[in-house]
């Protein structure tokens, strides 16, 4: 990754809003190399990507469906400051678990420079208006993204792994 330096957090929602109108209505090319099994880093254990695909669908939702979604919820909050949302913010995605370098790991290209442009564009908003107003569309792009590895994921290996009855799993153990 190349060293950023952002000096206007508006550019930062500019990069990030280009790339939810990128990914809106046509499935991201990132992503349809991870389907199709090329992931730069390597990442996926036993030269498989089905990992791969698990990781990106369960991040995905629970940064975009959860984490990032009560940090918009919580700026609401009159009892909580600017500088406690940024400092949640990074702790969350940055802290001991940098979410947008793995997200990068498991093959969504730019992520991880994304991620930091959106982690200095945190210093620069000076209300929690413009804090809403980033991290809104950071939250947008991640459904987005999230929407898409949903709608590619290979459910249909589900059936591969049928629930058991109490029964099955008694007459499976008398065979043991």
Avoid: C
């Avoid at 990030?16 to 190399?33: A, Q, Y």
């Avoid at 991870?34 to 089905?50: E, M, N, P, R, T």
């Avoid at 700026?75 to 990068?104: A, C, K, P, W, Y």
């Amino acid at each position: 990754m190349k060293n950023v330096v952002v000096t206007d957090w508006h550019d930062v929602v500019a990069e990030i809003e280009s790339n939810i109108d990128r990914i809106w209505l046509e499935e991201p090319p990132e992503l349809r190399k991870v389907v199709a099994g090329v992931i730069d880093s390597g990442a996926g254990s036993g030269k498989q990507v089905f990992s791969v695909l698990v990781h990106l669908e369960a991040y995905l939702m629970i940064v975009s469906q959860d984490i990032v979604f009560r940090f918009q919820k919580t700026s609401l909050h009159d009892n909580i400051g600017l500088e406690q949302m940024v400092s949640i913010t990074r702790e969350f995605l940055f802290g001991t678990f940098h979410i947008f370098e793995f997200m990068e790991d498991l093959g969504l290209t730019g992520m991880h420079e994304l991620g930091e442009k959106y982690n200095q564009a945190l210093s620069l908003v000076t209300t929690k208006e413009e804090y809403r107003d980033l991290t809104g569309s950071m939250h947008t792009y991640i459904i987005k993204l999230h929407q898409w590895i949903h709608l590619l994921f290979p459910w249909k290996l589900g059936v591969a792994f049928p629930h058991r009855s109490p029964e099955e799993v008694k007459s499976l153990a008398a065979i043991v």
